[in-house]
């Protein structure tokens, strides 16, 4: 069998939250959530590889990420290796024991951005290994091995607008026929996600700052998590209002737990103005970037 039929390159896309309602703590530790998210058009590339005489692997792009069993893409691995258990034929090999993977991930997506980069890089490290293997698990079966990975990745999984419930593992594919034109902002800080929610109980409101819910087109947007981030990280609340302010501007919020606010534009061309004023705004050190919502598939 050739290389190419052994390696397979895959996205892994961003994904933005239109809305995140915090329900409540649950009895595991996590929180009830009620959240849409849609995928963005900037993605990571994830390659899966199977290689010969080694351990299996992990490479990043990106230097400052973890490349140790923390890693999501990493213990995407291990829960697929453990699924197929000791016995796992690849290809139809004869060789006891399960193949070794090289994993690379070319990075686009900044991490501690509230953008899922972590988490969609583990949902293509599943899909990869699915289709090398010959594909022998369900949509369904790869959907329950990715929740103990992590809350996201399950949603990853699915080429479709989904609402997501529980922890965020419960997952509904639904409508969604807009395109929407997305400017990205994050500064040069990510927020811990486990944090965020720990936080957010206690949490008030800054005055001055819009938390309300936004009535828009494609759905109503409001995040939960923004009153407590924004508490500590003032910046992002005056970049939302400052983004609410620009004439180009439809709807503004935080993504997930941040560190990404994001606005909806009225054009792609409007979007384009509003991103390059946005790094003037935030600095050269903070990370813009135009996208487009993805369409159900």
Same mark, same amino acid.
């Given at each position: 069998m050739n290389d190419t039929e052994r390696s397979l390159t895959l996205p892994a896309h961003a994904k933005i939250n239109l809305s995140l309602r915090v329900l409540g703590k649950r009895s595991d530790g996590y929180h009830s959530v009620d959240t849409r998210m849609v995928r963005l058009s900037v993605a990571d590339q994830v390659t899966v590889?199977?290689? +010969?005489?080694? %351990?299996?692997? /992990? %490479? =990043?792009? &990106? +230097?400052?990420l973890p490349l140790d069993e923390s890693n999501l893409a990493?213990?995407?691995?291990?829960?697929?290796?453990?699924r197929c258990g000791p016995n796992w034929k690849l290809f139809g090999d004869k060789r006891p024991g399960p193949p070794s993977?090289?994993?690379?991930?070319?990075?686009?997506v900044p991490a501690g951005a509230g953008l899922g980069g972590g988490s969609s890089?583990? !949902?293509?490290? @599943?899909? !990869? *290994?699915?289709? *090398?293997?010959?594909?022998?698990?369900? @949509?369904?079966?790869?959907? +329950?091995? !990715?929740? #103990?990975?992590?809350? &996201?990745?399950?949603?990853?999984?699915? &080429?479709?607008? =989904? &609402?997501? %419930?529980?922890?965020?593992?419960?997952?509904e594919p639904v409508p969604f026929p807009h395109e929407l034109n997305i400017v990205l902002v994050k500064p040069p800080f990510g927020i811990p996600t486990a944090w965020a929610y720990q936080k957010w109980k206690d949490s008030e409101e800054l005055k001055g700052v819009l938390y309300a819910q936004q009535i828009c087109p494609w759905g109503t947007m409001v995040n939960?998590? +923004?009153?407590?981030?924004?508490?500590?990280?003032?910046? @992002? #609340?005056? *970049?939302?209002?400052? /983004?609410?302010?620009? #004439?180009?501007?439809?709807?503004a919020m935080m993504s997930g737990s941040g560190s990404t606010v994001f606005a909806v534009a009225c054009s792609g061309v409007e979007a384009a103005r /509003?991103?390059?004023?946005?790094?003037?705004?935030?600095?050269?050190?903070?990370?813009?970037?135009?996208?487009? %919502?993805l369409p159900n598939r």
């Amino acid at each position: 069998m050739n290389d190419t039929e052994r390696s397979l390159t895959l996205p892994a896309h961003a994904k933005i939250n239109l809305s995140l309602r915090v329900l409540g703590k649950r009895s595991d530790g996590y929180h009830s959530v009620d959240t849409r998210m849609v995928r963005l058009s900037v993605a990571d590339q994830v390659t899966v590889k199977q290689i +010969e005489g080694q %351990t299996s692997k /992990l %490479t =990043c792009s &990106d +230097e400052t990420l973890p490349l140790d069993e923390s890693n999501l893409a990493l213990k995407a691995l291990r829960v697929f290796e453990e699924r197929c258990g000791p016995n796992w034929k690849l290809f139809g090999d004869k060789r006891p024991g399960p193949p070794s993977w090289s994993i690379h991930l070319e990075k686009q997506v900044p991490a501690g951005a509230g953008l899922g980069g972590g988490s969609s890089d583990a !949902a293509a490290v @599943l899909k !990869a *290994l699915n289709q *090398l293997s010959g594909s022998p698990f369900s @949509l369904a079966q790869l959907a +329950e091995m !990715a929740g #103990p990975i992590g809350s &996201d990745v399950p949603f990853f999984l699915y &080429d479709s607008v =989904c &609402d997501a %419930t529980g922890r965020g593992e419960v997952i509904e594919p639904v409508p969604f026929p807009h395109e929407l034109n997305i400017v990205l902002v994050k500064p040069p800080f990510g927020i811990p996600t486990a944090w965020a929610y720990q936080k957010w109980k206690d949490s008030e409101e800054l005055k001055g700052v819009l938390y309300a819910q936004q009535i828009c087109p494609w759905g109503t947007m409001v995040n939960d998590l +923004e009153r407590p981030v924004f508490a500590k990280h003032l910046l @992002l #609340p005056s *970049l939302k209002m400052w /983004l609410l302010e620009q #004439p180009e501007t439809l709807a503004a919020m935080m993504s997930g737990s941040g560190s990404t606010v994001f606005a909806v534009a009225c054009s792609g061309v409007e979007a384009a103005r /509003l991103a390059e004023r946005a790094q003037q705004w935030c600095g050269e050190t903070s990370w813009v970037r135009l996208a487009k %919502t993805l369409p159900n598939r």
